[in-house]
């Protein structure tokens, strides 16, 4: 953790105190209510060099009522969902699924990197991850050719708009659109 984080003092007006019954609604018999803080799911979290709040302190600061701590932290979005956290818990807290609810919480509030929405926007235009189209379309389909490899076949984009527009994921595509309007 950083040492501005650590030194920022919160006001009790600043906590949000229903967030810890929110999330555990959610998530059900495998509460955050029941972390111990052992930090077991820690000691084994694959990017922990990476991230600036430990699965443990995220689960912590969740109980605190901590939103805004947890929204700025890169640990939401830098976790790599190996699920190594939830199977060693002995509690059996689904850091996992509370990892995606805060995620959900992000993206409903607007904090997601421009990453993740930048991403988000290339599959609701075209249905992939990577651009598949003109040049790039090309060039993929050459060297598929070359290995022999079977022809793309384009998913259907109707089905992955309404995905992404029927869950928070559409919130991301209508921010964007928006920040684009106010800036001309």
């Not at 990476?50 to 901590?66: E, K, N, T, Y």
């Not at 890169?74 to 939830?86: E, G, K, V, Y």
């Amino acid at each position: 953790m950083t040492e501005e984080k650590a030194q920022k003092i919160v006001k009790a007006s600043e906590l949000d105190h229903d967030l810890r019954y929110k999330i555990s609604e959610q998530v059900g018999a495998k509460t955050l209510l029941k972390c111990i803080q052992c930090g077991v799911c820690s000691s084994g979290c694959t990017v922990s060099e990476f991230i600036d709040l430990q699965p443990h302190r995220v689960v912590a600061s969740l109980l605190l009522g901590l939103k805004d701590v947890i929204l700025s932290s890169n640990a939401i979005w830098t976790c790599s969902l190996c699920h190594r956290c939830t199977e060693r818990c002995p509690k059996g807290v689904d850091y996992s699924f509370i990892l995606a609810l805060i995620r959900n919480l992000a993206v409903e509030e607007g904090n997601a990197p421009k990453e993740y929405t930048d991403t988000i926007k290339t599959i609701y235009e075209n249905g992939f991850v990577v651009p598949y189209t003109e040049g790039m379309k090309k060039t993929i389909d050459r060297r598929r050719e070359s290995f022999e490899l079977p022809e793309i076949v384009s998913p259907n984009l109707d089905e992955i708009r309404f995905i992404i527009k029927n869950t928070k994921l559409g919130n991301l595509i209508e921010n964007e659109n928006n920040d684009k309007k106010e800036d001309k």
